[in-house]
């Protein structure tokens, strides 16, 4: 069974060393609320083209080559074990993947980022390895095996990429984020187990925004914390709870320019918040009518004011726009 770690009694190497939990930063700025409007959603339960079983993760990509327009979506579909590819209105375009170990093949696909080399990164979690593919789902390479040792996963889920190519993968049950460099080769890892500042609780995603600030949705810890590029820590915010700016398993997380984006997964909602930590507006409620939610795990942002959510056992994607 896991112990929590003491801060002060023992040296821990991450990569930085953090003495006190960050706590919401304060700001004079007006701070304004954004409003969501519902726009649509696509997807079924099921095995067929543009069908899921329980997707995981939702990105949509913001480059685009002579195969593929920029803004094709991209989804996890986990139960499915495979992924999807859709145009801008939902239509199903391709898919790749299937049952098993081998190259190109999925046990349990999670998260999945799409880098500015038009290469598909998707987190095999029961492979405990991430995958590279092409922009049309051909294999280019793989890293991480199943442990505990540097550079090795128990349970990855979510990922990220920066605009170096560097990968953030959220190890849940290591309860660290690690970083690699484009070829897949280790280069350092951010926490250990435990509640201080820069330490996780089973963390289930991890985003970006353009100052290279890491987000990490901290989810057995029901907060989200804000690290610098080096793995210091910022801030954070949240705790155990339904209401406003409260959470119950937060497992996916986006920002923007303005906002970050949190699916408050187990109280069936999505919140808001501003670069601070303030929560600004939440939307959402347990149910399957457009704009209601059954364990929302995925979340992006694409072009201005699009948002993406895979409402997983709803076995769908849907898609809101943000009003700023």
């Given at each position: 069974?896991?112990?929590y770690?003491?801060?002060?009694?023992?040296?821990?190497?991450?990569?930085?060393?953090?003495?006190?939990?960050?706590g919401?930063?304060?700001?004079?700025?007006e701070?304004v609320?954004?409003?969501?409007?519902?726009?649509?959603?696509?997807?079924?339960?099921g095995s067929?083209?543009?069908?899921?079983?329980?997707?995981r993760?939702?990105?949509?990509?913001?480059?685009?080559?002579?195969?593929?327009?920029?803004?094709?979506?991209?989804?996890?579909?986990?139960?499915?074990?495979?992924?999807?590819?859709?145009?801008?209105?939902?239509?199903?375009?391709?898919q790749?993947?299937?049952?098993?170990?081998?190259?190109?093949?999925?046990?349990?696909?999670?998260?999945?980022?799409?880098?500015?080399?038009?290469?598909?990164?998707?987190?095999?979690?029961?492979?405990?390895?991430?995958?590279?593919?092409?922009?049309?789902?051909?294999?280019?390479?793989?890293?991480?095996?199943?442990?505990?040792?540097?550079?090795?996963?128990s349970?990855?889920?979510?990922?990220?990429?920066?605009?170096?190519?560097?990968?953030?993968?959220?190890?849940?049950?290591?309860?660290?984020?690690?970083?690699?460099?484009?070829?897949g080769?280790?280069?350092?890892?951010?926490?250990?187990?435990g509640?201080?500042?820069?330490?996780?609780?089973?963390?289930?995603d991890?985003?970006?925004?353009?100052?290279?600030?890491?987000?990490?949705a901290?989810?057995?810890?029901n907060?989200?914390?804000?690290?610098?590029?080096?793995g210091?820590?910022?801030?954070?915010?949240?705790?155990?709870?339904?209401?406003?700016?409260?959470?119950?398993?937060?497992m996916?997380?986006a920002?923007?320019?303005?906002?970050?984006?949190?699916?408050?997964?187990?109280?069936?909602?999505?919140?808001?918040?501003?670069?601070?930590?303030?929560?600004?507006?939440?939307?959402?409620?347990?149910?399957?009518?457009?704009?209601?939610?059954n364990?929302?795990?995925g979340?992006?942002?694409?072009?201005?004011g699009?948002?993406?959510?895979?409402d997983?056992?709803?076995?769908?994607?849907?898609?809101?726009?943000?009003?700023f």
């Amino acid at each position: 069974m896991k112990k929590y770690i003491s801060f002060l009694s023992i040296s821990i190497t991450i990569t930085s060393v953090c003495f006190a939990m960050a706590g919401p930063v304060a700001s004079t700025a007006e701070v304004v609320a954004p409003s969501v409007e519902f726009v649509r959603s696509f997807g079924s339960a099921g095995s067929g083209d543009g069908q899921f079983i329980y997707p995981r993760d939702v990105n949509v990509g913001t480059y685009g080559d002579v195969s593929t327009s920029i803004g094709n979506i991209f989804v996890s579909d986990t139960g499915n074990n495979r992924v999807q590819a859709f145009d801008k209105d939902g239509d199903f375009l391709f898919q790749f993947g299937g049952f098993g170990n081998g190259q190109g093949r999925f046990n349990s696909p999670a998260g999945i980022a799409v880098d500015f080399n038009y290469r598909i990164y998707v987190v095999d979690k029961e492979n405990s390895r991430i995958q590279k593919f092409d922009i049309r789902g051909n294999y280019l390479g793989e890293f991480g095996s199943f442990g505990a040792d540097p550079g090795k996963f128990s349970s990855p889920l979510g990922i990220a990429l920066d605009s170096w190519g560097r990968s953030y993968v959220a190890d849940c049950d290591n309860d660290r984020v690690q970083k690699f460099d484009e070829s897949g080769s280790y280069l350092n890892s951010i926490g250990a187990f435990g509640v201080g500042a820069g330490f996780f609780d089973r963390p289930s995603d991890v985003a970006l925004d353009k100052n290279k600030n890491l987000y990490v949705a901290d989810t057995r810890n029901n907060r989200i914390q804000k690290l610098d590029e080096t793995g210091w820590p910022i801030l954070s915010f949240g705790r155990s709870g339904g209401g406003e700016g409260e959470f119950h398993s937060p497992m996916g997380i986006a920002v923007d320019d303005n906002y970050i984006y949190v699916t408050d997964t187990n109280n069936n909602r999505i919140q808001i918040f501003d670069k601070n930590g303030r929560f600004l507006e939440k939307f959402g409620s347990t149910g399957i009518s457009n704009g209601q939610f059954n364990n929302p795990i995925g979340i992006c942002v694409g072009k201005p004011g699009q948002l993406f959510v895979a409402d997983t056992n709803n076995h769908r994607i849907q898609e809101f726009k943000i009003t700023f």
